[in-house]
């Protein structure tokens, strides 16, 4: 290809690639994230060629993060564009496997908003933020 995609990237929708062009997404450990709900709202088209793809987790983009509902929306997408619904049905698990690779070991289990601090998240945010402007700077 052009070798504008660095290995290893996580590229979003994928709604228009080739089943050659997940393929070699996949041949360079890049990660496809399907959002359903948002490319049928937004009616840019189904991601049908993924399925070329084990690398392929799933999304929400902007959409409340409810995957419950977003897989929902995948399989009924899937069965109207005949792609494999088993394939699609693994999607939803498949973003703790692309968490775990890039984040190391396990996945920590989500809790539930309600248990959150979100007064110590901002801190930590606030803190944080600094570094990642300046780690941003210097690309």
């Excluded at 050659?20 to 049908?48: F, I, K, T």
């Excluded at 792609?83 to 693994?90: E, K, P, T």
Aim: proline content about 4%.
């Amino acid at each position: 290809m052009l070798g504008a995609l660095p290995a290893g990237s996580i590229l979003a929708h994928g709604v228009h690639l080739t089943a050659d062009q997940v393929r070699h997404a996949e041949s360079m450990g890049c990660w496809l994230v399907q959002n359903p709900r948002s490319n049928c709202g937004n009616r840019v088209g189904y991601a049908g060629e993924l399925k070329a793809s084990r690398r392929v987790a799933l999304g929400t983009d902007g959409y409340p993060s409810e995957l419950a509902a977003e897989r929902e929306a995948l399989l009924e997408e899937a069965a109207k564009h005949g792609d494999d619904l088993d394939a699609a049905a693994r999607r939803a698990d498949a973003g703790h496997i692309l968490l775990a690779e890039r984040f190391g070991g396990t996945v920590p289990p989500v809790r539930a908003a309600r248990d959150l601090d979100l007064e110590a998240l901002r801190r930590e945010a606030a803190l944080e933020a600094p570094r990642l402007w300046s780690r941003m700077a210097g690309l």
